[in-house]
């Protein structure tokens, strides 16, 4: 049997692909041509996108004694992105090309460059370039930006030109009005990152819930940003989901805090199936305004290595500027040393869709099976069982002499404990085929011998053998092979 992994650019096309056509993800709006950049999640993407959240939260929440969670709203007081810095800052430099007209983020332009020289065997040029971007960027130097473009010689991809525009910073935030009418109405933001809200929450948590530092506060919501170049499907959307945790402790333990987080979360993607040759640490050349350590867990998509995570240590900044702004204390009495301090805040934060993209492109499995004249092709979606839209497929060989029946009966007592699919239609093989296609682990198929002594066959994704067990042991090894308690195994150290 040969497998076939795909990883070179035009997969992202079979992957955007299957998706539509099996319910994962839908352009949003698509009879109206679609809205760039935002996409809606069909019948099995919504149950893989809840499986990476409920994973994601139960890890979080349920492994760590010292993690709770939040639901804060996605509209906050308009001060709350002052203090945060995104009023002022939350910018991207974008640069136009004046011959085809289409917008750039000018630190991607270079950024890519500098990926070229690496993968060149010129790493020493390709770091050296982020170096001086970062110096410029931190220095508010647009012009010293563009200068940068100039002298690596970037042309646009379209035009193949260089005649490009000036650097201008562009603030990702969406505003709209609050207020009913018109003259009252006050400029509010869709929240650009889940963070703020658990910061605004710190003290609520940790006095209500007797938290005592470290602890963390967990969150998962949507979020807004105007991305200049939306691109590369759900990787970069202006709505989209993020599962952030900030863990608040005491100031100078931070940097243990983040080495021990970076690996919690290195661990976690390598347990819900991605390989460990597909992920890599980067760390930041450019630190946040509000970050002394910051590093990228990336992921190889089809189109490079590509953040998927961040984990920043943003020391005190947001508290101490909540506590600036709103004029409340932020502090924190720490019984065991006798002192108040704002605490220092270590951030995970990954997006729920990149995660999604990740895990999809990493399924997404070609094969050729049989053999001679026989051989075809066969896809398939090699998800962990535990964030499969579907666990069992429940099939009866034929609809007649009663199997139909007994197939109900059994699709009724596994449904309760997972999430199961009833199908009688068509062949036995295209029936196995539409489960491989959408990722379901295990195919429940009852024959004439079920009948006759309450067995059933149990076919297996991906090495399509089958096994055959009693109905009476059905649920609880099924139960246990597509299990989130197989993922937490292997996180706890
Ligand atoms: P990028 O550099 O790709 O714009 P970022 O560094 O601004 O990302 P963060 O602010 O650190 O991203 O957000 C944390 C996570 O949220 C990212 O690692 C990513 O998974 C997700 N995320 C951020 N922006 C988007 C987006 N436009 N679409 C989808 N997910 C996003």
């Known amino acids: 049997m040969e497998n076939k992994k795909q990883d070179t650019a035009s997969a992202l096309k079979d992957i955007i692909s299957h998706a539509k056509e099996y319910g994962f993800v839908f352009p949003s709006s698509e009879i109206y041509d679609g809205l760039q950049a935002v996409y809606d999640y069909g019948q099995n993407g919504v149950e893989l996108k809840n499986n990476l959240k409920m994973v994601w939260w139960k890890a979080m929440t349920m492994l760590h004694d010292n993690v709770v969670g939040i639901d804060a709203s996605i509209f906050m007081h308009p001060l709350t992105w002052k203090a945060s810095g995104h009023v002022d800052s939350f910018n991207d430099p974008m640069i136009d090309n004046k011959d085809s007209k289409k917008r750039y983020r000018a630190d991607t332009l270079l950024e890519e460059r500098a990926a070229q020289y690496e993968a060149e065997g010129k790493a020493d040029v390709g770091k050296s370039l982020l170096q001086k971007m970062a110096k410029a960027l931190d220095a ?151 970050a002394n350590a910051a590093v990228d867990i990336e992921y190889e998509f089809p189109f490079g290595f590509k953040e998927m995570e961040g984990i920043h240590s943003r020391t005190d900044f947001d508290l101490k500027a909540h506590q600036d702004l709103s004029r409340k204390k932020q502090q924190y009495f720490d019984p065991e040393i006798n002192e108040n301090y704002i605490p220092y805040v270590v951030e995970t934060s990954v997006g729920a869709d990149r995660l999604f993209l990740a ?96 067995t059933v066959t149990v076919r297996d994704r991906n090495t399509m053998s089958q096994e055959r067990i009693s109905i009476a042991d059905l649920k609880e090894k099924l139960g246990y092979a597509v299990s989130m308690e197989r993922i937490f195994e292997k996180l706890l150290v």
């Open 140 to 290: 508010g130097d647009l012009e010293a930006v563009r200068q940068i473009i100039i002298d690596e010689n970037i042309t646009c991809p379209v035009s193949n030109t260089a005649n490009w525009t000036e650097v201008r910073q562009f603030n990702l935030m969406f505003s709209t009005q609050v207020g009913a009418v018109s003259e009252d109405a006050s400029l509010i933001y869709l929240r650009p990152e889940t963070a703020q809200g658990i910061f605004v929450n710190f003290l609520n948590v940790q006095k209500t819930g007797r938290m005592k530092v470290p602890f963390g506060i967990a969150q998962i919501g949507k979020a807004f940003r105007n991305e200049i170049v939306a691109r590369n499907f759900i990787f970069r959307m202006r709505e989209f989901e993020q599962m952030e945790m900030q863990f608040f402790v005491r100031p100078g333990t931070e940097m243990d805090w983040y080495a021990t987080w970076k690996e919690v979360r290195m661990k976690f993607h390598q347990a819900i199936g991605l390989p460990a040759s597909k992920l890599k640490f980067h760390d930041h050349e450019k630190l946040a305004h509000y």
């Open 359 to 454: 895990i999809l492109c990493n399924a997404y499995s070609e094969e050729i099976v049989g053999e001679g004249d026989q051989q075809k092709q066969r896809i398939y979606l090699n998800l962990h069982p535990a964030i499969a839209p579907i666990k069992v497929a429940v099939l009866p060989l034929v609809k007649k002499d009663g199997l139909a029946e007994k197939a109900q009966e059994i699709n009724r007592s596994l449904k309760f404990a997972f999430n199961t699919t009833y199908d009688e239609g068509g062949a036995i093989g295209k029936r196995y085929t539409r489960q491989d296609l959408i990722g379901t682990p295990y195919c429940v198929v009852i024959d004439y011998q079920t009948m006759e002594d309450n």
